[in-house]
């Protein structure tokens, strides 16, 4: 077993094969470094708990196959991802530092299907962005391609 | 969760072309406007490239692109293994005309990292065949420089990629001996040499030169009968040798070849025929530049079908086919499945040309497509009717 602590203080039991998805931390054990307690100081319990049932789900992916257990991954991987806006960056954060190539792809995928469709108003709302461009600039920008700013999909709602 | 103005929360810049790659070019295009951090991001030729590579690697949407009733474009994504035809119109795509004006005749010879190379002939010089290299996605085109050949020369010609180089480079091979080559970024033509030993060149079934393995591909005629290559980045002309028994030059059985690419495989189609039905006999050679490894993949007969065109290979190895059929006009698509059906049912719906195979890439065309080597999907060949 090793132990992770998150930000906020809380301590964590999770199995070496499931923790070892993380290259960070296998990199630390193969080092001799992870002998107590990991420290996690840039995530908080929360997300911690997150990144760790997905770790525990996922534990000896390759076998995955074999049983049949895929379909069963997959729906797992769609229920995961299926959290709020900020929780999912704060998982996208935690596995960017962790280095868990597979949740990477995973969160990623879901805030760009999330984004697709959106006006630019609700993008720069929803990643709490300040629109820097002048109003020439941006004009510009519509003008070289219009066909990107019309269109029945475009969604202005922020969620 | 840190804030920090232009960029927003506080996502490293790897994190947020990590997710921006993701996205459709559309989206890509609109979300310029989000930011000067996102303007800037999203133009820069890295970001093009990471974008093409991580669509070329996402083999889940294949897209086509074809030419229906004279002039409307149609971009659809195919979906494999149970490919409903009648799907196929889903998204329809203009193709934003040069100059304005509607073109007398367009055909489309290729595709490659979704750009597509088109010929279009105008109403005020149709004997001038000016080629344009075309970015659905970003519905940028551009013009390339105008050639040497005689304009009444037939030729056909391919785009590829020379990695060597970075550039992309346009071929054309003409009926006669002469041969051209375009570095797309140099901007001119240059002469290239014969190949050797090979006489003439067997292009007549070919809506464009194959691309494949850094090389254009062809049939040649030569002593012994063979696929000529021509490499870009060494300038080199190779022969590959046929399956053993196929014969380029057309005799009383076979009608013709057509050579195209299949999954990053060399494809042979040969169509021999007889007084009732024709049978098509499709190879492809599995291992580049290796005899032994002509593969027959499929036989077809139909009384129905006079021309097959392998154009795309689903991963449970259903091969979409562009045929030519008996009481249709331009075009129908069938796949090698015997209950597939066909589209377009109606006969009155006319595809002119289609084609794909770069899979699905889409392209974020932020300059030209020429500078950015920017992407998208598809390929097609028509000839209008006029």
């Known amino acids: ?159 | 969760m840190d804030v920090d103005g232009g960029r927003g929360i506080h996502f490293n810049e790897e994190i947020v072309v990590d997710i921006l790659s993701r996205l459709p070019v559309r989206s890509l295009l609109r979300f310029k406007c989000v930011s000067k951090f996102w303007m800037a991001l999203i133009s820069e030729p890295c970001f093009t490239l990471k974008h093409l590579k991580l669509a070329k690697n996402n083999q889940n949407s294949p897209k086509i692109l074809f030419l229906k009733n004279m002039f409307s474009l149609y971009l659809s994504s195919l979906t494999p293994p149970s490919l409903s035809l009648t799907q196929f119109t889903e998204d329809v795509q203009n193709l934003d005309w040069l100059y304005g004006g509607k073109p007398w005749s367009c055909k489309i010879y290729c595709c490659y990292d979704g750009m597509v190379l088109v010929g279009v002939r105008r109403y005020d010089n149709i004997n001038h065949l000016i080629l344009c290299l075309w970015n659905p996605s970003t519905r940028e085109s551009t013009v390339l420089p105008s050639t040497k050949f005689l304009p009444s020369e037939d030729y056909t010609c391919g785009l590829g990629y020379d990695s060597t180089s970075g550039d992309y480079m346009i071929l054309k091979i003409g009926y006669q001996s002469c041969s051209e080559i375009l570095a797309v970024k140099s901007g001119s033509w240059r002469i290239i040499g014969k190949p050797t030993g090979i006489y003439s060149s067997w292009l007549s079934d070919m809506d464009s030169l194959a691309f494949v393995h850094g090389a254009f591909h062809w049939l040649g005629l030569s002593r012994n009968e063979s696929v000529t290559s021509y490499d870009i980045s060494n300038g080199v002309f190779k022969e590959i040798p046929l399956p053993d028994g196929m014969f380029v030059v057309p005799d009383m059985k076979y009608v013709k070849h057509g050579l195209s690419v299949l999954g990053e495989m060399i494809c042979i189609c040969s169509t021999h025929h007889d007084q009732w039905k024709h049978t098509f006999n499709v190879w492809i050679m599995k291992e580049y530049g290796v005899k032994e490894s002509w593969n027959r993949l499929f036989t077809i007969q139909s009384s129905d079908l006079y021309s097959l065109i392998p154009e795309y290979r689903f991963s449970d190895g259903e091969v979409l086919l562009r045929c030519k059929h008996f009481d249709h006009c331009g075009y129908i698509f069938k796949t090698t499945k015997e209950s597939s059906g066909f589209w377009p049912q109606s006969r009155s719906e006319w595809v002119w040309g289609a084609r794909d195979r770069a899979g699905n890439c889409e392209t974020v065309g932020i300059s030209s497509p020429v500078e950015s080597g920017d992407p998208l999907s598809t390929n097609i060949a028509l000839e209008r009717a006029l």
């Open chain 1, 1 to 159: 077993m090793v132990k992770l602590k998150s930000n906020d203080d809380k301590e964590f039991e999770v199995e070496e094969a499931a923790v070892i998805q993380s290259e960070m931390i296998k990199n630390m054990i193969e080092d001799g470094c992870a002998t107590s307690v990991i420290p996690l100081p840039n995530i908080d319990s929360k997300t911690l708990i997150k990144v760790i049932e997905y770790l525990n789900k996922h534990i000896n992916m390759g076998k995955a196959a074999e049983t049949g257990e895929e379909d069963d991954l997959k729906e797992f991987d769609e229920q995961f991802v299926n959290m709020g806006w900020e929780e999912l960056f704060d998982v996208i954060m935690a596995a960017n530092y962790l280095n868990i190539h597979e949740l990477m792809e995973l969160c990623c995928q879901s805030a760009a299907d999330r984004l697709k469709n959106k006006s630019v108003r609700a993008v720069r709302e929803m990643l709490k962005i300040t629109n820097d461009l002048t109003e020439e600039e941006e004009q510009e920008i519509i003008n070289d391609a219009p066909w990107a700013f019309e269109g029945p999909e475009i969604d202005d709602t922020v969620n």
